[in-house]
Each structure stands twice: as structure tokens, then as C-alpha cells.
């Protein structure tokens, strides 16, 4: 019944997004071609499709044997334009995912953030003309126009079944996946290859390479105070979704959660709310657990009482591709070959 209300909507948010396709793909926009190596990991939806866990993979998959620069828009950030990441940045000057991919790859990896892609590219290239540029979310970005796109969505919402904005939450038409060079199924559960053939069928009118992913858990890792046991964890999260995360942490744990909204800049008073949630459980059989992408904005507020007083956690998270020598493969190729 939401969704009829809100067709009118939908329809004019679909001429809007349909028209400016059109603007580009007969060349009244104009986009600019990356010279040079660079890929794209975008998405058709809103949401969190694992994009940050992707560009992590792939700049572990290349940066031994290639330069590698990463290019973000910054979300969430409090500073404007150009800027390459360095040691002094904080989530609030560069957002979080950009600060993370820094703390994870630095300095094998360059990471830069910029609203205006092009301007930064340009920039890019000439610090390093020969750089292999990953892009994180430009797949709506069409003002410049990357040399392999990865389109990205989440199995249990895949853009095939969605609807636009504001009915569903596809940030434009599903023709536009045309533009991708693969699709890849990301968040999948065990699957069998006669499952994966059926969701392949989905995308045949595409006619794109369709792999699967899921997301992988390390152990935890401490931040403040060590438990040697815990039965329950406090789930603190800043992510769009955190259904597989929690699912997998239910498995093992009794659960409580505070979830924020997707990028939130965590403050001195949330750290106080997190604590104070925590004591009303006075259980010393229990964890705050976050993950690495909060944790880059929590670690900073924590003080040295607030360490050893409770037992702060992160959980690293990785993708493993179900055909990861295919997948490889195709990225290594593309990148030799340009």
C-alpha cells in the first residue's frame, strides 16, 4: 500500500534518473575516461552492498605486484575537496572509509578523497601516472568513466527485484547495470552450484560475468580490556545494515545491540551512552564488539580509563569470491593488459 502511494514519486524519479542516462550516453554530459588502469566498485541501490570489504580485497589482491590509489568521496567528512589521506587525518577530515582503507594499506596504497572525481583523478595521475586507481562508489558517478566496472548487490536484495526511490531503494534504472563489466552477489549464504546457476538466469539479459561472494569473520580482536570468556556481546554499529553481522554473532552469543545511522560521527556522549548501556547488564560475561569501519571513529574518544575499564572489540571482516581463480583472473587480466 506504501509503495502504490508513493508511485507518483517513483515515476518522477525514475524521468529524472532516466533522463540524465540519456544526457550522458549521447554525450550532452560530458564524462571524462580514466586513462590508464582504474576500477569501480559501485552499486544500483542505496545501502550497504559491501563495497569497503570489495575495494579491501581488491587492493590486497593487486597492491603486491602494482601501485595502487584509492579514491573515495569522502562521506561523512567535515572538510571539503581534494585531499590525499595521511597520518594525521581523522574520520571527521577524510569520513571513515577512506581512513580505514589508509590504516589497512598505507603506505604501499595512496588514498585520496574528493566530491569532484575528475579533479582528483587528474591529480592522482600525476603523482603517479601508472597507478591502478580503485574507486569506491562512482558507479553513479558518470562524469568520469572507469575502465572495469563491478556492480555489486546484496543477495538478499538484489536490484533485480527492487524498485526506484523512494517505493524501493534503486538509486536509478536497472538498465543501467549494462554499464558494469560484472555483477557480483555479495552477503551470499552457502549456495550450491544449482542455486547459483538459478540467480545467474536472473542476469542473463545482461550478458556479464555473475560471481558470489560472502563475508568472512576473523577472530576478535581487542581494543580495550580482554574477557577471557564472553557469552553475550553489546553490539555497537554506524553501518547501513547490520542483519549479517548480527546473524553471525547470534550464532554463538546472546545479543544486544545500539545501532547508529550508516557514517554517524560518534561523539564523547555516545561513548558515555555505549558505557552506560553496557553497565545495566553488570555482566562480566560480556563484550562491546564494533567493526573496523566504526572503529576508526570510536578508537579515538576511548581513553586510556575507558581501555582498561571495558572490553572494547572489533571483528575484521574479508570477502571470499566462491570462484575466486575466475574472478582474479578477470581483474589481473584487466589490469596487465592496460
Not at 514519486?9 to 550532452?28: A, E, K, P, Q, S
Not at 558518470?142 to 538509486?171: E, K
Not at 564494533?290 to 571513529?297: A, I, Q, R, S, Y
Request: hydrophobic content about 35%; glycine content about 6%.
Amino acid at each position: 500500500m506504501r509503495k502504490i502511494g508513493l508511485l507518483p514519486f517513483t515515476i518522477l524519479y525514475w524521468l529524472i534518473t532516466y533522463t540524465r542516462n540519456v544526457l550522458f550516453d549521447v554525450g550532452l554530459l560530458k564524462t571524462f575516461s580514466i586513462p590508464g588502469k582504474s576500477i569501480s566498485v559501485g552499486n544500483l541501490s542505496v545501502g550497504g552492498s559491501g563495497k569497503t570489504p570489495m575495494v579491501n580485497y581488491l587492493t590486497t589482491l593487486l597492491q603486491k605486484e602494482h601501485s595502487i590509489q584509492i579514491l573515495s568521496r569522502g562521506y561523512g567528512r567535515l572538510t571539503k575537496g581534494y585531499r590525499q589521506v595521511n597520518h594525521t587525518d581523522l574520520a571527521s577530515t577524510v569520513g571513515d572509509e577512506p581512513l580505514s582503507y589508509f590504516q589497512k594499506f598505507a603506505p604501499q596504497t595512496a588514498v585520496f578523497v574528493c566530491e569532484n572525481r575528475k579533479e582528483a583523478l587528474v591529480k592522482m595521475k600525476e603523482i603517479n601516472p601508472s597507478a591502478t586507481i580503485i574507486l569506491d562508489d562512482a558507479f553513479q558517478h558518470r562524469y568520469v568513466n572507469p575502465g572495469l566496472q563491478l556492480l555489486l548487490t546484496p543477495f538478499y536484495d538484489q536490484f533485480v527485484c527492487d524498485w526506484h526511490l523512494p517505493s524501493g531503494n534503486l538509486r536509478e534504472s536497472k538498465y543501467g547495470a549494462h554499464r558494469a563489466d560484472a555483477i557480483i552477489l555479495t552477503k551470499c549464504p552457502k549456495l550450491t552450484e544449482d542455486e547459483m546457476n538459478t540467480h545467474r538466469k536472473r542476469y542473463e539479459s545482461y550478458e556479464l560475468p555473475v560471481f558470489f561472494s560472502h563475508i568472512e569473520y576473523a577472530d576478535f580482536q581487542v581494543v580495550g580490556t580482554a574477557v577471557k570468556q564472553f557469552k553475550s556481546v553489546l553490539l555497537v554499529t554506524g553501518i547501513s545494515s547490520t542483519a549479517s553481522l548480527k546473524n553471525y554473532l547470534l550464532e554463538k552469543y546472546k545479543v544486544e545491540e545500539l545501532k547508529f545511522g550508516d557514517h554517524h560521527a560518534f561523539t564523547h556522549a555516545d561513548i558515555q551512552e555505549i558505557h552506560r548501556k553496557f553497565d545495566t547488564f553488570a555482566n562480566k560475561e560480556m563484550a562491546i564488539i564494533t567493526t573496523e569501519k566504526d572503529l576508526v571513529k570510536i578508537q579515538g574518544l576511548l581513553s586510556e580509563k575507558d581501555r582498561q575499564t571495558y572490553p572494547w572489540y572489533v571483528l575484521p571482516i574479508s570477502v571470499k569470491m566462491e570462484n575466486e581463480e575466475a574472478f582474479n583472473s578477470m581483474i589481473k587480466n584487466y589490469v596487465r593488459s592496460n
